[in-house]
């Protein structure tokens, strides 16, 4: 199981960012995904997750509205799209995938500062 987590970055208080998450190694769509988070000082929190074939959706409630969590089954990808961002969301952002166990991606900062 190989997980490739991109687009973090510096982004101002109100931007947006598209987290990706390339999958490969299992069948991908079998599986829900999860994208989790940890700020420094805390411990990794659960953030979105979806079902395998993404019709299902969960959102932590300091996510809710402005955060989408999607998948594309055909392209073995997860996504969370997120948006009003505030200094509250700085933190690594890790895609998981519950396969038997929980794999991780290496993580992609994302860091909301004016």
């Known amino acids: 199981v190989q997980l490739v987590e991109s687009g973090g970055g510096l982004v101002q208080p109100g931007g947006s960012l598209r987290l990706s998450c390339a999958a490969s190694?299992?069948?991908?769509?079998?599986?829900?995904m999860r994208w989790h988070r940890q700020a420094p000082g805390k411990e990794r929190e659960l953030v979105a997750s979806?079902?395998?074939?993404?019709?299902?959706?969960k959102y932590a409630d300091s996510v809710k509205g402005r955060f989408t969590i999607s998948r594309d089954n055909a392209k073995n990808m997860v996504y969370l799209q997120m948006n009003s961002l505030k200094p509250g969301d700085t933190a690594v952002y890790y895609c998981?995938?519950?396969?038997?166990?929980?794999?991780w991606g290496q993580g992609t900062q994302v860091t909301v500062s004016s």
């Open positions: 998981c995938a519950p396969v038997y166990s929980d794999y």
């Open positions: 190694g299992f069948t991908f769509s079998y599986y829900p």
């Open positions: 979806n079902s395998s074939a993404g019709f299902s959706t």
